[in-house]
């Protein structure tokens, strides 16, 4: 599906481009740099906020356990108002929308050169 460029609103299924994404840091004043996460368990796991944007009208937060390896992927998830108005952080359940996601922060994050 192509994306429409008159609409700043994306449907789902549209895949998002570099251009845009739009930093923001409501996750980083509300929380700092450090987010803790509960696992299955119930354990305290923290995450390093390494970086959040807006894509259209949704968030996204990037974090990596504290603890993580050198090659352990950093984690994506979506951001969301929850009732009371804090932020809440959500899985990305969708494939299309999870990979989308990732290779824009890959993008980001590892920006290549347009020499051949």
Not at 90 to 107: F, H, K, M, P
């Amino acid at each position: 599906m192509k994306k429409n460029p008159d609409n700043p609103v994306q449907e789902a299924g549209s895949l998002y481009e570099l251009k845009d994404m739009k930093p923001t840091n409501q996750l980083r004043e509300a929380y700092g740099d450090d987010i803790i996460l509960y696992d299955d368990r119930e354990q305290s796991v923290v995450y390093k906020l390494l970086a959040e944007f807006q894509l259209g009208d949704q968030g996204y937060a990037v974090l990596q356990q504290e603890r993580a390896k050198k090659d352990d992927e950093p984690e994506i998830y979506r951001v969301t108002p929850g009732e009371a108005g804090e932020l809440e952080l959500e899985t990305i359940d969708d494939d299309d929308e999870w990979e989308n996601v990732s290779e824009l922060y890959d993008e980001m994050t590892f920006p290549q050169d347009d020499v051949l």
